[in-house]
């Protein structure tokens, strides 16, 4: 194992374990001090823990984003791989995920799966190569489970104990006394292509109740064991003379599901069984066997990646099945499955048949249950063991089929959920409540992923997503995806694995050097290194732990009362499963659960929200609930248990317990019981909670809280894409608990890895610091709270309130004001001294609407990975999105425009301006007089050129970059010739607002 795995291993071994993150500020930033008035000098005033400068401006490796490398199979260079693995490093990622998809490639080109198909040496030869060129770049390299996804290897065939299996059925009506001789009904769908095999486990007969209903409702006191009426293949069975009769065969046989895509390997590959041994070893052995020669054992171990495995995709035309399913259900339930088989089998997805909702809830709920258990037990777990020998993490998507994905997240070294298949945040703090109560350290997600954005996704559009989901516990992110350059049947741009896709353009995204952003891109991935830094340190902290009584993962539910009222005025939340309850971490200390980890102030308890919110709970859980708040945790139990049972079919005198114990709950002090979700503010109130972080008015901020033993860490950002998420900015004051008496506040800047000292904030009666948060749609900040004594204190100085716009500390570390408007200003200081300062001689805003314009135009090459840029040049009267520039209306690519503004005497502090860019599509750069700003927020454009300016003639430059979609739509009309053309360019309007700076004082 390397250095660096050994260090990032012990960095996220235990809650609260990991080191302080040094903070610095960038080359450009700190040369750009002097002249701006700002910045914290050379080094000066950061906490003493934070010795290294360079470390919050250039993270490190293993926190940067990652992309997901899109393989054509192993039809690849070694020559393009060690091309592409350079381009990924030096644009500022971290490492890969290599994936074998071609979904692309449906059009009828093919790749031989003898020579070029997953785990044939050519494949092996590749990753390798990969490895060896990653090594040097210092980046890692994870690899998939298998091609594509389901987790499948070409060592089984359907009929192999080790592959998936689904459990058939078919049917027979017998009218009462009607007598059945033959065959046992045959299952009413065929099997898969390449299952040959099925075998008859059990033939049922059940009175029918009522055969109209959906699904037909059965009566289970008459369920009939009548297998033992097969003889020689058949079936001789009379039905009684009451009413007819449903005669019901159960097949077990293989459910020949492959992996997605076409052909990956000779001889196909199909889909293991996830929750048996067999399927798990039968992986690990065509692994070992076929992909692991001591070369690429080693090379692994030196890089340090992951295994990945994507979300349980287990597609049956008939019910989910293992063969252990009947043993393991009845020695973990302590009952027989068999008598309530007729509720459990589906078809389509769908249940079939019905004996009541009391009874189908409860056995349905049981089986899912095993196999959670099962999942864990013989399949993650034994991959994580066998990935750890490797000196590999297991990187797991674990959530599909209902099982308890909450739990697996507490299990698993990574837990990954995605962009595109999460509905909201609330499907993120799933994860996150299962990482943090395990005492993981990453939740990943497989980020940028858009319906229908193949070659049109803005960068924008992309980090107005991801931010959201960093809020709700992400800090890794896995962009979907980059693709190799080239492969059979691919055109212009290159190939993509998902576009086209089914005959359209397609979902996802191929970013990389054929795409017009990409030199932007490493601004982008030095501020998402940056955020991800600091979401990796220390602790996650969440105000409430949500009790679910199941624990999947990607259900769109949202919190009770929190998501809708509690998180616009700053509350946090994750949720919890009961078998979280069962962690090391599920202990209660100062009133706080987990109090090394999440530190839950209380716990929020209903109903199982996935079937009606029914009473429902475990015994377990209602003895730990009663001891955690006999040890002071708060806990809200929201509605009416006076019905309350336990899950799954209950044992003699389990309800009765139950209530028991709920009464004995409801009892206590620290208690409270509400009738429903719109009165929890009640027992909030009642039971004298406060959030760590307060808002000063219902918005669209969220945020996330870290906390190490030096700082506490709040990252905001603006949601800016969920349902009913307002497009204006968020601007009013936050209140943030302190650890420390006269803790001080620092402000991170992500974009351009500066850090400074908030030179405008309060603190409130109670200890808590109150500053002001504004931020555009989508944009972020950082906020630390220091610990006294860590080197902060020469910044104690600072102001509590200004009638200027702006206050920021000098490169003296004394305080100025900034604003647009003249006038005089009163800053009251931190020692309630109030200070008067004048601004004047400033000049008017100025619009800026002539502009030279020089387009790089991005069109098809002799090659499908080759794009010829021609030059073109525009004068531009007034700015219009390119589509309405004659000439540019289907052109892509890079414009570059440019015009001059002069300036004439200095106002007051020199010449300080804004400028301020109005629309921009897609990624943009600033230079003034030729000197290249530092990395700009691609969320806020609105740039600080002050620095920059100088007495007479501005050049002033913006270079924007486009996606390729308007180019495509002609180039490529039959695929792409549907999609809308995007406004591209720089918009505006475009004006140079002027500001004022002064010190404070003087």
Not at 357 to 385: G, S
């Amino acid at each position: 194992m390397s250095l660096r795995r050994r260090a990032l291993l012990k960095m996220g071994a235990a809650a609260g374990a990991a080191a302080a993150l040094p903070w610095g500020t960038t080359p450009e930033a700190a040369a750009a001090a002097p002249a701006s008035g700002h910045g914290t000098g050379a080094g000066g005033g950061l906490p003493r823990a934070f010795a290294d400068p360079r470390a919050f401006a250039d993270p490190r490796p293993e926190v940067r984003p990652r992309f997901r490398w899109w393989w054509p199979d192993a039809l690849v260079d070694t020559a393009e791989i060690e091309r592409e693995i350079d381009q990924i490093a030096a644009a500022g990622f971290g490492g890969v995920e290599i994936a074998a998809v071609t979904h692309s490639m449906r059009g009828g080109a093919t790749i031989d799966p003898v020579r070029y198909g997953w785990g044939t040496p050519a494949w092996v030869g590749a990753v390798e190569a990969a490895l060896r060129r990653a090594k040097k770049r210092d980046v890692t390299v994870d690899l998939t489970l298998g091609p594509a996804w389901p987790n499948s290897v070409p060592s089984i065939t359907p009929d192999s104990p080790a592959a998936v299996k689904e459990l058939a059925h078919g049917t027979l009506t017998l009218p009462a006394g009607r007598r059945h001789t033959g065959p046992p009904p045959a299952p009413g769908t065929a099997p898969a292509e390449g299952v040959t095999q099925q075998e008859l486990k059990l033939v049922q007969a059940i009175r029918i109740t009522d055969a109209t209903a959906e699904p037909m409702l059965l009566d289970h006191t008459t369920v009939t064991d009548i297998t033992g009426a097969v003889t020689g293949g058949e079936l001789d069975w009379t039905a009684p003379d009451d009413d007819a009769w449903l005669v019901i065969a159960y097949w077990e046989r293989g459910s020949g599901q492959r992996p997605e895509g076409p052909h990956h390997t000779d001889p196909l590959s199909y889909v293991i069984d996830h929750f048996s041994a067999d399927g798990t070893r039968a992986a690990i052995a065509f692994w070992e066997r076929h992909l692991l020669p001591p070369s690429t054992r080693k090379l692994l171990r030196e890089t340090g990646g992951a295994l990945f495995e994507d979300s349980i995709e287990l597609e049956t035309d008939e019910t989910m099945w293992t063969p252990a399913l009947p043993v393991e259900f009845e020695k973990r339930m302590g009952y027989s499955l068999l008598p309530y088989l007729a509720t459990v089998v589906e078809r389509d997805e769908d249940p079939v048949h019905a004996f009541g909702p009391e009874i189908d809830k409860a056995v349905r709920r049981d089986v899912i249950e095993v196999l959670t258990e099962l999942y864990v037990e013989h399949h993650l777990k034994p991959f994580q063991d066998w990935a750890h020998r490797l000196g590999l993490q297991l990187r797991v998507q674990p959530y599909g089929p209902g099982t308890d994905s909450i739990w697996s997240a507490a299990v698993l070294d990574v837990s990954e959920g995605e962009s595109l298949g999460f509905k909201n945040p609330d499907d993120f703090r799933c994860l996150a409540g299962g990482r943090d109560m395990g005492g993981k350290h990453v939740l990943s997600n497989e980020a940028g992923a858009t319906a229908g954005g193949a070659y049109a996704t803005a960068w924008d559009a992309t980090l107005k997503k991801l931010v959201t989901q960093y809020a709700a516990g992400v800090n890794q992110a896995y962009f979907h995806g980059f693709a190799y350059a080239e492969a059979p049947g691919a055109a212009w741009p290159g190939f993509a694995a998902f576009s086209p896709y089914n005959g359209g353009g397609g979902y996802g995204e191929a970013w990389g050097p054929r795409q017009p952003t990409w030199g932007h891109v490493p601004d982008i991935a030095r501020y998402l290194g940056r955020t991800q830094q600091i979401l990796q340190t220390g602790v996650n902290r969440a105000d409430i732990g949500i009790l679910r009584q199941k624990g999947p993962a990607g259900t769109g539910l949202g919190a009770p009362w929190f998501t809708a009222e509690g998180v616009p005025v700053g509350w946090t939340h994750l949720f919890l499963s009961p078998r979280l309850l069962d962690q090391p971490s599920a202990k209660v200390r100062g009133g706080r659960l987990a109090p090394d980890g999440p530190a839950f102030k209380a716990l929020v308890v209903e109903g199982d929200v996935l079937s009606g919110r029914d009473r429902t709970m475990q015994l377990d859980v209602a003895e730990k609930l009663i001891g955690y708040a006999q040890a002071g945790l708060r806990i809200v139990v929201i509605g009416d248990w006076s019905d309350a049972r336990v899950p799954g079919l209950p044992g003699p005198g389990d309800n009765e317990r139950l209530r028991a114990m709920l009464a004995e709950l409801f009892a206590l002090p620290a208690v409270r019981v509400v009738a429903d979700r719109p009165y929890v503010p009640d027992a909030i109130a009642a039971l004298g909670l406060r959030r760590d972080v307060e808002y000063a008015q219902r918005s669209w901020l969220v945020h996330a809280h870290r906390a190490d033993e030096d700082a506490d860490f709040f990252f905001f950002a603006v949601d800016a894409v969920s349902k009913g998420a307002s497009t204006t900015r968020v601007d009013h004051d936050v209140s943030l608990a302190a650890r420390w008496d006269d803790a001080v506040p620092y402000r991170l800047d992500a974009w351009t890895g500066s850090v400074e000292p908030v030179p405008l904030y309060s603190r409130t009666e109670d200890g808590r610091v109150r500053l002001r948060i504004t931020l555009e749609p989508g944009a972020t900040t950082i906020v630390a709270l220091v610990r006294p004594g860590r080197g902060a204190d020469g910044f104690s100085r600072h102001a509590t309130h200004s009638e200027a716009a702006e206050v920021r500390r000098g490169a003296d570390g004394r305080l100025e004001i900034r604003d647009t408007r003249p006038g005089t200003y009163r800053t009251t200081l931190q020692d309630g001294r109030t200070a008067e300062t004048a601004l004047g001689g400033m000049p008017e805003s100025m619009s800026l609407t002539r502009w030279d314009l020089t387009v790089e135009d991005w069109q098809p090459g002799a090659r499908p990975s080759r794009t010829l840029k021609s030059r073109r040049e525009f004068t531009l009267d007034a700015l219009a999105p390119w589509p309405l520039v004659p000439g540019l209306e289907d052109v892509s690519g890079i414009g570059r425009y440019r015009t001059t503004v002069r300036l004439d005497a200095p106002w007051t502090g020199g010449y300080g301006a804004y400028l301020e860019l109005g629309e921009v599509f897609d990624t943009f750069r600033v230079t003034i007089n030729g000197h290249r700003l530092p990395p700009a927020d691609q969320l806020t454009p609105r740039v600080d050129v002050g620095p920059y300016l100088r007495r007479g003639t501005n050049t002033v430059e913006v270079e924007v970059a486009t996606t390729l979609l308007n180019r495509l739509r002609v180039a490529n009309a039959p695929v792409f010739g549907g999609g809308k053309r995007q406004n591209y360019g720089l918009v505006g309007p475009v004006r140079l607002v002027p500001y004022g700076r002064a010190a404070v004082g003087r």
